[in-house]
């Protein structure tokens, strides 16, 4: 049975750079101070308005094939993790597949929010293992929250960005490693409490539901603080269970890059030195699906992970949407 392996990686952030400081003249009150205290976030880039979620992956996707010397007519398939399409419908793979010139891949959406990218190199794995007419697969997420965000909502505005990542798998033998497992799991009671929640079928675009609900992102309720590290250290211990392994056989977690006391908190769980949580918030802030292959592109370009360690990414987001899943580089 072919197993899917990593071949190589790319990222991509917008060129509009916001700094701490642009909400500290905003605000008046020294947020900056305390996104850095708090969640060590000193700026973030937001896309410029004409570029869409499916610009941004594209960026990605070239910098991942270039990297791997992968041809564009070699992609089988590209599933694109997104939950800030660039339309309703139809999905925004299929764009990406155009714009690239990927003529013989097929493509479509996930989405699960935050936790979607994780969940699509699950399936993106699944299907290489399970069909050989798959043999190399483009894993993207891509995020554009900023064309949804309350300017003047300060627990909104500073903590979200723009970005894009990409991971390119590839059907191997499996003597070298690649794809070990995964598991999802949802709590689904959160649905109403983080999202966008106007224009779907449940409240239709209208003059009404654009004034009660608008088009942006809203905190309807606060999610309790416990949640996602007493998730993580749990999906993690049963993962590693799984594959006969413990936690302290996974070289390298790369977690939603969105609260550094979470990700630190899992880690202590999991009775793993923290330097083993690759993170970049602090110079991209929150990049929704795209975080997580962001830090990851970033943890493989600065030489900070070799051929042959095991990385275990681990994700949650709007829903409650939780996936983690383990591969040997």
């Not at 750079?17 to 880039?45: A, C, H, K, M």
């Not at 989405?111 to 299907?127: E, H, T, W």
Request: proline share 4%.
């Amino acid at each position: 049975m072919p197993r899917a392996a990593i071949l190589s990686t790319g990222s991509y952030h917008p060129e509009n750079l916001i700094p701490n400081s642009v909400f500290d003249e905003q605000f008046g009150d020294g947020v900056g101070d305390w996104l850095v205290e708090n969640l060590t976030i000193r700026q973030r880039y937001w896309a410029s308005d004409d570029q869409a979620t499916s610009d941004l992956c594209l960026e990605a996707a070239r910098r991942a094939l270039a990297s791997a010397e992968v041809a564009t007519e070699e992609l089988d398939l590209i599933i694109l993790a997104t939950d800030t399409p660039d339309y309703l419908s139809p999905s925004t793979a299929s764009v990406v597949q155009h714009k690239l010139g990927a003529t013989g891949a097929g493509t479509f959406d996930v989405n699960a929010a935050c936790s979607a990218f994780v969940i699509g190199l699950d399936m993106a794995a699944k299907y290489i293992a399970a069909d050989p007419r798959y043999k190399k697969v483009l894993v993207l997420g891509g995020y554009t929250m900023s064309r949804h965000l309350n300017r003047a909502d300060k627990k909104t505005v500073t903590l979200f960005a723009d970005g894009a990542g990409a991971v390119l798998l590839g059907a191997t033998d499996g003597s070298d490693g690649g794809f070990e497992g995964a598991r999802l799991h949802t709590e689904g009671q959160y649905y109403d409490w983080m999202g966008i929640y106007g224009g779907g079928t449940r409240r239709p675009v209208t003059p009404q539901v654009l004034e009660e609900h608008g088009h942006q992102l809203v905190f309807a309720k606060k999610f309790p603080k416990e949640i996602n590290p007493l998730t993580w250290t749990r999906m993690v211990q049963e993962l590693c269970a799984d594959l006969s392994l413990t936690p302290d056989d996974v070289d390298h977690y790369v977690f939603t890059q969105l609260n550094i006391h979470s990700i630190w908190e899992t880690l202590d769980n999991l009775g793993v030195p923290r330097e083993r949580g690759h993170t970049i918030m602090d110079r991209v802030a929150y990049t929704g699906s795209a975080c997580i292959p962001m830090a990851f592109d970033d943890l493989m370009r600065s030489g900070g992970a070799k051929k042959g360690e095991r990385v275990c990414f681990v994700a949650s987001g709007g829903g409650l949407s939780f996936a983690t899943a383990m591969f040997i580089l």
